[in-house]
């Protein structure tokens, strides 16, 4: 499967710990973007990456939400001290230069 | 005023009609416009990218983008059962951040 990837699928925390997630982009794409989605919305932008470069991230986006991604390749967020409000869908995409960018299967944050 | 907007609906159209979905956007550097298909509680699937102003066909999908009216078309031809879904309007400007709209619910009823 050479598509994006997203891990774990599904999360359930209590609220207070930190949480992370990771996804690995399609090999040759050098922008990753992370987006979030409740129910009955659009995907929300979180950030973006142009290889390891944080080029963008959304003035909405909390200070304990982080987002790296060390070698330009797989990338990881954080969110720490995890809200109720933080339950959602985390979505990642990714694409190539400026050409259309293909999501992973998404990881759903429960946040009890 | 929303950057990406889309009427939520549900649209619902018979089997075998044609679904019309809108999108209008509010910046007007915005360069390049995406449909995505999204299946309750699975992620956004690209259906196709529209850059220039016209039309843009693939298959049962035709794109129309109207730069002039900051507006942007998806017609689903011969509309089946499957075609039900949530349908993003994604907008892209010179940021190169993808901008979504809310998406537009259409149901095709056998």
């Known amino acids: 499967d050479t598509g994006v990837s997203q891990n774990p699928r599904h999360k359930i925390t209590k609220r207070g710990q930190n949480v992370t997630f990771r996804c690995d982009p399609i090999?040759?794409?050098?922008?990753l973007y992370w987006y979030r989605q409740t129910l009955g919305q659009g995907p929300e932008f979180l950030t973006y990456?142009?290889?390891?470069?944080?080029?963008?991230k959304s003035r909405l986006l909390s200070d304990r939400f982080s987002a790296e991604r060390p070698k330009g390749s797989f990338s990881t967020l954080e969110i720490q001290r995890t809200e109720q409000g933080d339950s959602a869908m985390y979505l990642c995409?990714?694409?190539?230069?400026?050409?259309?960018?293909?999501f992973g299967q998404g990881t759903r944050l429960t946040v009890v | 005023q929303k950057e990406v907007e889309q009427n939520s609906g549900p649209l619902s159209v018979p089997e075998g009609a044609i679904a019309s979905l809108n999108c209008t956007y509010s910046d007007r550097g915005s360069q390049s416009f995406f449909w995505y298909r999204q299946y309750s509680g699975k992620s956004p699937e690209l259906i196709m990218f529209?850059?220039?102003?016209g039309d843009k066909e693939d298959g049962r999908f035709t794109a129309q983008l109207n730069k002039a009216s900051q507006y942007v078309s998806l017609l689903i031809r011969d509309s089946q059962p499957s075609d039900s879904a949530t349908y993003l309007c994604a907008v892209k400007n010179y940021g190169q951040n993808f901008v979504f709209g809310p998406g537009t619910r259409l149901s095709v009823l056998p």
């Open positions: 090999s040759e794409h050098n922008r």
């Open positions: 529209i850059y220039s102003n």
């Open positions: 990456f142009q290889n390891e470069a944080q080029l963008e």
């Open positions: 995409a990714s694409n190539k230069d400026s050409t259309e960018a293909f």
